[in-house]
């Protein structure tokens, strides 16, 4: 599969603990964005990054999330001392740069806060 | 601020025609896509615009008319699998980046 991988599919977390989402960007893709989206909302912007660089956290709270892209290895979201309000669809997606270059999606990880 | 609209939900027949319209206000603009969402899954690219007119792809088509701030999205033959939501984006360079800002999306259920 040539695609954007994102592992895993669904994640259950209880209150307090860490969630750590992966994504690998498509093959030849430098540029990795991770969107938000929770149920009837559209997907909303929380990071860019290229390797081993975070170009753009503007839509990232400041608190509890953190994100990176090493020179090798998939990218992670990490969510720490998750929260209810944390519960939501989160997709990576990747570019080959920028510019007019679209974005390629993977399937998502639907994160789930008991 | 940035803000982008389009219809909640939208019903069609199969083999008919029907156009998902987006409005929008951006502080810039560098491109308006168009993605396709079936439920569970990801989003899946269709169509990006840049400058005013018409780009046709198969059975979907995108229009852009950048000084009236609008997009539409036509699909023709509608068969049963076009049955998703459709999201309109909008990059816009003075949100930061190449970041993609989207709307809510337009739920389309297409019946025989």
């Known amino acids: 599969n040539a695609g954007v991988m994102q592992n895993p599919r669904h994640l259950v977390r209880r209150r307090g603990q860490e969630a750590r989402l992966r994504c690998s960007p498509m093959?030849?893709?430098?540029?990795v964005y991770w969107y938000r989206q929770l149920p009837e909302e559209g997907l909303k912007f929380m990071v860019y990054l290229q390797k081993e660089n975070i170009i753009d956290e503007s839509g990232m709270p400041k608190e509890r999330f953190s994100a990176e892209f090493p020179k090798e290895g998939p990218s992670i979201l990490r969510i720490q001392q998750v929260v209810r309000g944390d519960s939501a669809a989160y997709f990576c997606?990747?570019?080959?740069?920028?510019?007019?270059?679209?974005?390629?999606f993977g399937d998502g990880t639907r994160l789930s806060i008991l | 601020g940035q803000n982008i609209d389009q219809p909640t939900e939208m019903t069609a027949t199969e083999g008919a025609i029907v156009q998902i319209n987006c409005t929008y206000q951006?502080?810039?603009?560098?491109?308006l896509f168009w993605y396709q969402q079936h439920a569970g899954e990801a989003p899946t690219f269709l169509s990006y615009n840049v400058l005013d007119g018409l780009e046709e792809k198969g059975r979907f088509s995108s229009f852009l008319s950048r000084s009236k701030g609008y997009s539409y999205l036509l699909l023709k033959e509608l068969q049963m699998k076009d049955s998703a939501s459709y999201l309109c984006?909008?990059?816009?360079?003075?949100?930061?980046?190449?970041?993609?800002?989207f709307g809510k999306g337009t739920k389309l259920s297409v019946i025989p």
């Open positions: 951006t502080s810039g603009f560098n491109g």
């Open positions: 093959k030849g893709h430098s540029h």
């Open positions: 997606a990747s570019s080959p740069g920028e510019g007019t270059q679209p974005q390629h």
């Open positions: 984006a909008v990059r816009d360079p003075g949100a930061g980046s190449y970041q993609l800002t």
